[in-house]
């Protein structure tokens, strides 16, 4: 079975732009979540996606936002990019949207100039 | 405060030796654990989930999981240079999937 696959895998951009990051989940998964890493502030979760719903939000600003599709393929968007936004960007998909096991994929390397 | 506790390390330890990995959490609800080993540059790998009180092995890794104390461990028996990674402890609720990480634990395993 394929894994979970993000795109663009890296990506450059400036401030004040926007951005949006792609993620397919595993096949028959259909929970979707998306994670920041930053060397200062770890791993952090953004929001969570199941049957087009989403779940659960982070702590994140009005910035940040996703979306899920009927093929349970997902996208995260980030508007007015500032320096700090600079980050992988994970996402890790599921079976079932509780308490599952979270396999993540290689992630979107996001570099604000 | 953090919710999820681990010391940074580094943790260096002699080839073939136990690693011992420590993670604590606050959120008394907290349902699920899970530790994932993440190699410089790479994404979060599963290594072990753990749901019940005790221990569950699973080759050379072994998680113990203590609700009463808040606190699960993993020990990694005959370490390999190969090992060498950050260890990220990460807790679920009971709502949803949303996973709360630790900051991370980096083994050294020095041949």
């Known amino acids: 079975k394929a894994g979970v696959t993000q795109t663009p895998r890296y990506l450059i951009k400036t401030r004040g732009q926007q951005v949006t990051l792609s993620c397919s989940p595993i096949?028959?998964?259909?929970?979707v979540s998306w994670y920041q890493q930053t060397p200062g502030q770890g791993l952090q979760f953004l929001f969570e996606y199941f049957s087009e719903t989403q779940r659960n939000k982070g702590n994140f600003p009005g910035r940040f936002s996703g979306r899920q599709f009927s093929n349970s393929r997902s996208e995260m968007n980030v508007s007015t990019l500032e320096l700090g936004d600079s980050a992988l960007y994970l996402c890790?998909?599921?079976?079932?949207?509780?308490?599952?096991?979270?396999?993540f994929g290689p992630g979107t390397r996001l570099l604000v100039l | 405060q953090k919710e999820v506790e681990q010391n940074s390390g580094p943790l260096s330890v002699p080839e073939g030796a136990i690693a011992s990995l420590n993670c604590t959490y606050s959120d008394r609800v907290s349902q699920s654990f899970f530790w994932y080993r993440q190699y410089s540059g790479k994404s979060p790998e599963l290594i072990m989930s753990i749901y019940s009180n005790g221990d569950k092995e699973d080759g050379r890794f072994t998680a113990q999981l203590n609700k009463a104390s808040q606190y699960v461990s993993l020990l990694i028996r005959d370490s390999q240079p190969s090992d060498s990674a950050t260890y990220l402890c990460a807790v679920s609720g009971n709502a949803g999937n949303m996973l709360t990480f630790g900051g991370g634990t980096r083994l050294m395993v020095k041949p």
């Open positions: 096949s028959g998964h259909r929970s």
């Open positions: 890790a998909s599921s079976q079932l949207p509780n308490q599952e096991t979270q396999y």
